[in-house]
């Protein structure tokens, strides 16, 4: 059963930094390419950044480019997602997603970032 499991959301204050994690399981995790995609309040989901399954190609959404930055660790099944200047713009619950149309959609169940003072 695939699971992907997110942690280190909380409250920071703007210009704060929060590093995410998305633990996965269930799979080859070293195999996929995986995503960001985060929901505001009242606002569907955006899709936020993407990283390849080697690691060595990401993309962003221009407006988070040069203030976050996404990796994996193939050793841990894990995939980050740095978040540095936050803005309250940045508030919403984040998830991670895998999407492949061989293993299929999968999402956690997301964190909860606020930027507020």
């Known amino acids: 059963e695939v699971q992907l499991v997110e942690s280190g959301g909380g409250l920071v204050q703007p210009g704060g930094s929060l590093r995410l994690s998305c633990a996965g399981s269930?799979?080859?995790?070293?195999?996929?390419?995986m995503s960001w995609v985060r929901q505001a309040p009242g606002k569907g989901g955006e899709w936020v950044s993407g990283?390849?399954?080697?690691?060595?190609?990401?993309w962003y959404i221009d407006s988070v480019k040069d203030r976050f930055t996404i990796s994996r660790d193939g050793a841990k099944n894990t995939v980050y997602l740095q978040m540095n200047s936050l803005k309250p713009e940045d508030t919403a619950v984040y998830y991670c997603?895998?999407?492949?149309?061989?293993?299929?959609?999968?999402w956690g169940q997301g964190t909860q970032v606020t930027v507020s003072s």
């Open positions: 269930g799979f080859t995790f070293s195999s996929y390419a």
């Open positions: 997603n895998l999407d492949d149309p061989w293993v299929g959609d999968y």
């Open positions: 990283i390849t399954a080697g690691g060595w190609t990401t």
